[in-house]
Every structure is written in C-alpha cells, then in structure tokens.
C-alpha cells in the first residue's frame, strides 16, 4: 500500500505570493474547446482534452482535430458535472487503454463512474465500468472524478460530498466526499483500509473530504497529496494516507455560502490537519508535481490550477513543506481548471471557459 507520510502534520499555513522565479511565455495550443476539464499525453505526441459537455478531443501536431472521438459513454452534462478525467494506462503504447471518469445518471439520481476503454486513435471500444459510486446522490455538484495512477497499478478517484448531502463525508457506507482506490479491473485491493470491515465500503482510502479537484503522487517522498474545495474559504492540500478522517464537515476553516458557520472547530482530535489553507477561497482545480528540464527551479513544486482566482499557483516544497506561493497567469482573467507537465517540462493549462484554450508555459 502507499502510505504518504504517516505523522506529516504542518497545521495551517497562509502563505502570500512571492515575485516570479522564472521567466517563461505563454503559448496558446488549442482553443474552441467548451469547458475543458482534463489533458492527458499519449507517448506518440498526441494530446487528449476531455469536454465537460461529453465529447473527448484529440491535440494532433499542434492541430485540434474537429471531430471528437466516438464511443464516449453517454454522461449527466450539467452544472459541474459531466465528462471529467482522461487518464492512459501507463502501458498505453501497447494495449491503447485508457480511463475516463464522468457523471452517470440524471439529475435526480446520478453517480460518478470510472470505465476502462480501448483507443484505436479514433474510437473507443470495450468500455467497460469498472466503478461506480454508493449511494446515487441528486442535484448536479461536487461529483469529483480526479484520477490518479499510483506506482503499484492502482487507481484512485478523488469524490466530493454532493454538496447537499454534506453529513455522508463521515459515513463509511457512502462513497461521498472520499478518496477511493482500486484495482484497474475495478476489484478491490486487500490492503484498502476498511476491507472487511462492517458496513465499510471497501473501496474507500480516505474520507472527511469536501470536495476533491487535485490529486498527485510525489515519488521522491511516496506522498499522496489532495487538494479540495472549502465552502467560503477553507479550500485546502493535505497529504493523503490510508484510513484517514480529514474533518468535513465536523472541521473547517471556511463558513457556509450564507455567512453561516457550519463548525466552531478547526481542528478535532482524531481528524487530520490540512498542509495549508486558502481563505478566501481560490477553488483549487487541477493539480500537478513540477518534475522536468524546462524550469529546472520549478522542480519539486505543486501546482495549483485556481477557478475562483483564476491563476495558477506554484508551490515550493522543502522537505515536503509549501514555502511561499508565486502567482501566476491571474492578469489574463480565464478560470485554469487543469494543470498538467507535459513532455520535455512544459507546462500545461486549461481555461474553464464556454470557448476554453489550451495553454503552454515554455521558458522565454
């Protein structure tokens, strides 16, 4: 099992922006896109851009094809949700395989779904789920639906608490506001935390989460990290282990959309602490590990895709610790949803906007 850092408590820590420490241009790849929500790279140069709408979109020599790929499972496009993650296997070269993440269902009974596909470069074919979250929830917010590949062939899905239903994030018999982990079959890894334990979900890795928009695995020091959304503030990263109570909603820093409070506490004994906090809330979106040669005093950083803010974040970390945050790309007013490193180090973003871009960081 990952474990992330077992005793890795920094509490709170706001943090200010500090001036650049790289010189870079922006590069516009992609545009035209309707609410992209996640970039993906195949190992032959091709770019994937999932739609939120449902429609998957290939990036070819620098040209967005005009048809999207077909075979995209049918999804629930509306408010937040919709089609999500795209995420290849790591042995995509080979078997074609990839994982796509979306809202199944309609707006009074909806879950969110993980399915296996095969891409032959312009279809999908054998999709198959391979997850689906307990209990069905209505409405059409905080569905979730980040992914990530861990070393051991795993699978994590970062869930939300389905904003109205805010008390299912302390139960173990509901998938909201939690991290899941399985097998990339879909079965369940023996080592999961709660595996036979009654009325446990056996799925669930993490739970006490709000909303999960960002995961990341750090190799260097085998951390998991989070990041998700707070009501009015309290958006926050945390180091993710197994079996873990994160707080929500019996811990926050933030209040209600009312002004109302929703705890009077920031911190509860048996519920972990965040690695930092952002009040007012930015809306974390995509998050990335700066691991490449184009900015090579980027490497080690987090970056944090901002809706609310509309920038993007860069994180230093010493010794798994945020130093302080540069912000980036907020003089051009586009919310950033995604944030991924590309080949070669560049750097990669997608503006959560009805005619979305995709950009490119490149050293000037």
């Given amino acids: 099992m990952i474990r992330g850092l077992g005793a890795f408590v920094l509490g709170v820590l706001l943090v200010a922006a500090v001036p650049a420490q790289a010189e870079f241009r922006v590069e516009t790849v992609a545009e035209g896109l309707e609410h992209p929500w996640s970039i993906a790279f195949l190992p032959d140069g091709r770019m994937l851009v999932t739609e939120r709408p449902g429609r998957l979109r290939v990036i070819e020599n620098g040209v967005l094809r005009e048809a999207p790929v077909e075979g995209v499972p049918e999804v629930f496009d509306s408010g ?9 296997a790591p042995d995509f070269a080979r078997s074609g395989v990839l994982f796509l993440s979306f809202v199944h269902g309609d707006k009074n009974a909806n879950h969110t779904r993980i399915v296996r596909a095969r891409f032959d470069g312009e279809r999908l074919s054998d999709v198959q789920p391979i997850f689906t979250t307990h209990p069905s929830k209505s409405g059409d917010a905080h569905a979730g639906g980040r992914l990530l590949l861990l070393p051991d062939g795993t699978l994590m899905m970062g869930l939300g ?13 509901s998938h909201m506001g939690t991290i899941v982990r399985i097998h990339t079959d879909g079965s369940v890894p023996k080592d999961n935390p709660f595996v036979g334990r009654t009325g446990a979900l056996p799925e669930i890795y993490s739970y006490g989460h709000r909303h999960v928009q960002g995961l990341v695995y750090d190799a260097a020091r085998q951390r998991i990290y989070a990041h998700e959304h707070g009501p009015r503030g309290g958006d926050e990263l945390n180091v993710i282990t197994p079996g873990t109570n994160y707080g929500w909603p019996l811990v926050s820093f933030g209040r209600d959309y009312s002004r109302a409070l929703i705890t009077p506490f920031t911190r509860m004994t048996g519920m972990e602490q965040p690695v930092l906090q952002w009040t007012p809330s930015i809306a974390p979106a995509g998050l990335a ?11 080690g950083n987090l970056f944090v895709a901002a809706l609310a803010e509309k920038s993007l974040r860069r994180i230093p970390m010493a010794g798994g610790a945020p130093g302080a945050q540069e912000i980036l790309l907020d003089d051009r007013g586009e ?15 997608l503006t959560d906007e009805s005619d979305g871009r995709v950009l490119r960081l490149v050293p000037n």
């Fill in 80 to 88: 937040q949700s919709g089609l999500l993650e795209v995420l290849p």
């Fill in 161 to 173: 608490d389905g904003f109205f239903f805010r008390e299912e994030s302390q139960k173990l018999d």
């Fill in 289 to 299: 590990l700066y691991e490449g040669e184009a900015f090579p005093g980027w490497n």
């Fill in 335 to 349: 919310r950033i949803r995604d944030v991924r490193v590309g080949p070669g180090g560049a750097v990669y973003v």
